[in-house]
C-alpha cells in the first residue's frame, strides 16, 4: 500500500479525534495540524502544529481534513484545491449550498478526491441495516423515522440544529434508502437564545414514495439517536448510540379471535437483534477516503455532490421552518 501524507485543519473536538485516527492510520503517514489559535498545543501526536495553512501545505500532505468551524469550509477547500490536495469536509461541507456547490465543481475541475464527514453511514448498525435491505430482508421502504436528540454541544458557535444534526438524519435516510428527497417541511423553535433554530420537527417524501419523519434538538437532557426504518415485511430499528440493529418481523401466525382478525394491518412477529462487528465509525471512514485518495475512485465515501445536496435539504427545511413560524 502505497504511503500518503495527511493533514489536520482544525484543532477543536473532532480535530483532534481526526489527528488520533490519522496518526495510527496504516498506509498513512500524520504530517501535521494547522490552527491559527493562540492556545493549541505545538504538537499532537508528535506532529508540529501550524499557525498558518500555507505551513502545512509546504510541508507536503497528499490530502487533508478539514475540521474547523463550517464557516471557513469554503475558504480552507478552496486553497487545499488550489494546491492540489485531496480534502475530507466534516459536514456540514459548507454553511450554504452555494458555497457547497462551488467546492463540489472546483473538486472536480482538478480532479481531485472530496469526501465529507457523514459519520453516521459508517455506523455498524446503519452499514448492516444499509446491507440487509438491500437483500431484500423488509421488502419495500414504508417510511423512516428518526430521532436525534441530546444537549447542546457548546463546539456549535455558526449553524444551527438542522445543519449540524438533522444533516446526519437527512444524509443517512437517502443512503439507506437509495431514494432522494423530493420534499421536505419543517417546524422550527428557538429556545435557548441564539440565532440559529435548535429544535426541528421535519417530515419528507422520498423519491419512490417512502416517506419520512425527523425530530433533533439541541434541548433534551439525554441522549437519543435511533433510526426506524419500516417496510412491507417488517421494520429494522437501528440504535447507533450502541451500534445495535434489531429486526421486527411481520406476523404469519393466523389469527382466530374474529375483532383482531377484521384488522387489515400487520401482527407482531419474531424480533432479532443482530450481533455486529463494532469497527469505530470514524476509522472506518478514513479507511474509506483513504482508499478513495489511492485509487483515485470514490469508492465508500460520502462525495460532494451528497454532501451539497444534504446542505440543499437542509436549507428548505430550514426555510420551511421560518415561513410556519408563529409571529
Known amino acids: 500500500m502505497s504511503v500518503l501524507r495527511a493533514g489536520v485543519l482544525g484543532l477543536g473536538a473532532m480535530g483532534r479525534n481526526h489527528a488520533r485516527v490519522l496518526a495510527g492510520l496504516e498506509g498513512v503517514e500524520f504530517v501535521g495540524v494547522f490552527d491559527p489559535a493562540d492556545n493549541v498545543p505545538t504538537a499532537v501526536h508528535d506532529r508540529p502544529v501550524f499557525h498558518e495553512l500555507g505551513g502545512l501545505i509546504s510541508a507536503g500532505v497528499d490530502y487533508a481534513v478539514v475540521a474547523a468551524p463550517t464557516a471557513f469550509h469554503l475558504d480552507m477547500g478552496v486553497q487545499l484545491a488550489d494546491a492540489g490536495i485531496h480534502a475530507l469536509i466534516e459536514k456540514p461541507v459548507a454553511s450554504t449550498a452555494v458555497d457547497a456547490a462551488t467546492l463540489r465543481d472546483l473538486f472536480a475541475a482538478k480532479g481531485l478526491i472530496g469526501g ?17 435491505i438491500e437483500d431484500g430482508l423488509i421488502g419495500e421502504i414504508y417510511q423512516v423515522v428518526t430521532r436525534r436528540q441530546g444537549p447542546f454541544p457548546f463546539r456549535i458557535a455558526d449553524v444551527g440544529v438542522i445543519k449540524d444534526l438533522a444533516s446526519h438524519d437527512i444524509d443517512l435516510t437517502a443512503w439507506v434508502t437509495q431514494q432522494d428527497f423530493v420534499s421536505v417541511n419543517a417546524r422550527t423553535t428557538h429556545r435557548s437564545g441564539r440565532p440559529h433554530e435548535d429544535m426541528v420537527v421535519a417530515v419528507g417524501t422520498l423519491s419512490r414514495g417512502a416517506i419520512t419523519s425527523h425530530t433533533v434538538n439541541w434541548l433534551t437532557p439525554f441522549k437519543e439517536r435511533t433510526t426506524i426504518i419500516t417496510g412491507e415485511k417488517g421494520v429494522l430499528v437501528a440504535d447507533t448510540l450502541t451500534a445495535d440493529l434489531t429486526h421486527y418481523v411481520n406476523g404469519t401466525i393466523s389469527n382466530t379471535w374474529d375483532q383482531a382478525a377484521a384488522f387489515r394491518g400487520v401482527s407482531e412477529g419474531d ?17 474509506a477516503f483513504r482508499d478513495s485518495v489511492i485509487t483515485g475512485e470514490p469508492r465508500g465515501i460520502v462525495t460532494l455532490a451528497e454532501g451539497t445536496r444534504v446542505v440543499e435539504i437542509a436549507e428548505k427545511m430550514a426555510a420551511d421552518g421560518v415561513e410556519h413560524r408563529l409571529r
Do not use: C, D, F
Open 271 to 287: 424480533m432479532t437483534r443482530y450481533a455486529l462487528a463494532r469497527k469505530e465509525p470514524l476509522l472506518a471512514e478514513h479507511e
Open 116 to 132: 465529507v464527514g457523514h459519520i453516521e453511514r459508517y455506523n455498524p448498525a446503519l452499514q448492516s441495516a444499509r446491507q440487509r
